[in-house]
């Protein structure tokens, strides 16, 4: 630890709510957000046919941060088209929402997609051309109860011509998969591959291990989607286990607290409790802080962390998910046998590969220490300050 503040100096005098809101607005960029984000990048710049991005991973491992970013670099990155058509959205997002019966209702699903594409511009208002969606005198849509879901379905086709998002980000897509019947289950998918296709506008679909269900829902889906795996760290492998502490390093860096909080040294701690996602890290960070000024503490302490961590049966639970999503996605990419069987292709043995080895692990290194750890993390990676604030 040093005495250098990674923050600026001034929070420390400012009131609770502004050093939380500093801390909550820093983004880590870490190596596996910055691998999702370039790719996604390319992907929304130049989706070709392919215009479904299926973006998984574990829970709290980060893709809401990814989608974010995402959706800052859009609007930088599209100002100029934004002046000369102002009714136009760089993107738009909406959260598929799970009734309270516990299944997901399509017909509320794009009311909400309507409701997230709509422009505060008045002299930007579309005209959907049906009945029962209009605009009351404030300018503000109005969708009617009777209104059926084909008559929906166009209003939203019309708004997605209309606005032009670069992509149409849809969060917590798993839900789209809690429906009544295995038929609604294949029809979904396909809608919205055939609204992307209509309107040429990107759809990416955020979720849990779950979306791979979808996965071989059919030739014309598969052909026209892309999968972004967002996984987690791990442990057991010295680099994941290095750039995690790393982030641990990061987090503690920028705490706007009188002294710097140790946590690094209980960095397997952190990663007992949050599994190796940095989603579920900062989170947990942000309410340890909370606690850690409220009590007027100079630091985050030891008993900060323990008192807000995921108890041992949530993380046990959390794990079992991710760990059956991890075996399914592993699953999958291992059947590059198979596939080449069924193709008449020579087999290669050395095709069959984990996927977080084949895509994310450089080979270890024989001689991990701790100590020999700790001595980098005080040292920011080079491209970290590349994506995020």
Request: net charge neutral; charged share 25%.
């Amino acid at each position: 630890m040093s005495n250098q503040k990674h923050f600026p100096t001034a929070l420390l005098t400012q009131s609770t709510t502004e050093k939380l809101l500093y801390f909550d607005n820093y983004t880590m960029a870490h190596p596996r957000l910055e691998e999702a984000f370039n790719f996604l990048k390319l992907a929304v710049s130049n989706s070709s046919e392919s215009r479904i991005i299926f973006i998984y991973g574990p829970t709290g491992v980060g893709k809401t941060t990814l989608r974010l970013l995402i959706e800052k670099w859009l609007v930088e990155s599209n100002l100029p088209q934004l002046e000369i058509d102002p009714g136009c959205l760089p993107f738009a997002s909406v959260e598929a929402v799970v009734q309270k019966s516990g299944v997901f209702n399509s017909k509320d699903h794009i009311k909400r997609c309507l409701f997230a594409l709509n422009e505060p511009l008045i002299e930007h208002k579309i005209d959907y051309g049906t009945r029962g969606i209009y605009r009351n005198n404030s300018g503000q849509i109005v969708i009617e109860s009777k209104v059926i879901e084909t008559d929906l379905g166009w209003a939203l086709e019309q708004a997605l011509k209309h606005r032009k998002p670069k992509i149409f980000f849809i969060d917590e897509a798993h839900h789209m998969l809690m429906v009544a019947s295995g038929r609604k289950l294949t029809d979904l998918p396909e809608a919205i591959k055939s609204l992307a296709n209509r309107t040429g506008v990107v759809h990416g679909l955020v979720g849990t291990y779950e979306l791979l269900t979808l996965h071989d829902v059919g030739d014309q889906l598969s052909r026209r989607s892309v999968y972004l795996h967002f996984p987690r760290y791990h442990a057991d492998i010295e680099q994941d286990r290095e750039v995690f502490q790393s982030v641990v390093w990061g987090f503690q860096l920028r705490m706007p607290l009188q002294q710097e909080p140790d946590l690094v040294s209980h960095w397997d701690y952190c990663y007992e409790r949050s599994l190796g996602c940095v989603g579920i890290l900062k989170n947990w960070f942000q309410n340890a802080l909370f606690d850690a000024i409220n009590e007027g503490s100079d630091s985050v302490e030891l008993k900060h962390l323990e008192r807000r961590a995921l108890s041992v049966a949530q993380c046990r639970n959390i794990l079992k998910k991710i760990k059956e999503g991890e075996n399914n996605q592993a699953q999958i990419e291992g059947e590059v046998q198979q596939l080449r069987a069924e193709l008449g292709l020579p087999i290669k043995s050395a095709l069959i590969d984990n996927d977080i080895k084949q895509v994310e692990i450089q080979p270890q290194q024989s001689n991990s220490t701790l100590r020999k750890v700790q001595s980098k993390v005080g040292q920011p990676l080079p491209k970290r300050r590349q994506v995020g604030t």
